[in-house]
């Protein structure tokens, strides 16, 4: 069965090959995917797999990578919509 | 996919760690000796015990949080060069993992994840960089094992940064698969992952599996009152309007059969059903069922009132088929985002036009 994908273009990620030392945490820790070594630097081979979960801008040293990290629940959303704060999933 | 560290609860639950009282260790079989004073031996043979209170867990009549107290134990009979592999300390993790790891000699390293699962345990920064050190601290590792490698679960990382690992306990990581599975694999391989061991799934089992447990949470708490409402409701509604019981008994099965289309068949049929949005997913779910239901009940061409509770029906199958992004393994919160943001008006003027609709047909005495 091929992988179900998600919404395109809606995610936060960011890489900036400029500040990549290429260690390759980035491609360890995706569970999606998204990164690739390329001539010994990442780069993003499927963006909209991303779920931002936020493992890779944790791994990478040298802070390459940005993103709003967060769980993807409706109902994380609408707390935090509710009271004005971090969605988080405190159920 | 074993529920190693993947979603195998929806990521609820988890009491604090200092209120937490431990049970005995039936898995204990003996002691190891290091430098570091004796490490409890566990045993990589399941019990019937260990696969009773899977199943207690599962179905949601034992607490949700199971757990093993966080220590460094040893499988097999390790020595100061084994390896050593990372875990919270949920006891269906831990016991899938010793379940994998039998005929080996290894460090497991239980960290306190609140008896949670890895995944959302990091999710929610319970397993955590600072755990991970305090684990590593507490058990003297570096008295325990000659090497400085530690074995960290991937899903892990959504909340363990290796490199501050490392400057704070001297310990590497190298990541290990996300299924536990995959465990004794990696470990020949020189603790390699192949590209396919480090990506996650949504199969039908894992999908059918959070709604079972979500099933199980759901009826041992508010289900029981709300079914209670709705008989109570079928018996008093009819005596208060002019409406026929037969009605209000058909309002209620769409409103059940809404939830289960959301809440079951959706999440079952994921792949199967068109759109990427789970709001679009469950309405169309819902609408098949409903359709189905309304036909067979009150025969097809629908008359205005059914149009009205079909439209409800929809709406509420959307609604709660939405929600299932909270269990799922792909969803970005972005994308969640986007999605509630076009669908929830939609959702509120079909439920609000169905609405009408029931409203004015009654009115109108075209109902029962
Ligand atoms: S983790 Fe950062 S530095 Fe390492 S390869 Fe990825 S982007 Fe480059
Ligand atoms: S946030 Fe998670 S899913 Fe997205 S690229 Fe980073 S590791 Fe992969």
Redesign the pocket.
Known sequence: MTEMRYIDDVVT?ELDVSRCNGCTQ?TL????G??RMRDKRAAVVDRNR????????RNCAQGAIS?E?GVGCAAAIINGWLTGSEPSCDC | MSECCGPSQPCCGGTPALEYEYGPEPYVDGTVDTFAGPVKRVTTELSSEDRLGALRVRLAIARNDYRVRPALYAIGAPDDTSPVLVTGNYKLTFDTLRGELGGRDVWLLVIDSRGVNVWCAAGKGVFSTAEVVRGIRDARLEQTVSHTRVVLPQLGATGVAAHEVRAATGFSAVWGPVRAGDLPAFLDAGMKATPAMRRVHFELKDRARLVGVEASVLWSRRSVIAIGVLVAAAFILPRLTSLSGEIWLLTMAVGVLAVLAGAVVMPLLLPWLPGRTFALKGAIAGALLLAVLLAVTVGAPLELWAWGLLSVGTALASFVGMNFTGSSTYTSPSGVEWEMRRAIPLQIAAASVGFALFVVSLVMGQVG
Do not use: D, I, Q
């Open positions: 990620l980035c820790v995706c569970p999606h998204v990164f991303c779920m931002e979960c936020g493992a890779c801008s993103l990290p």
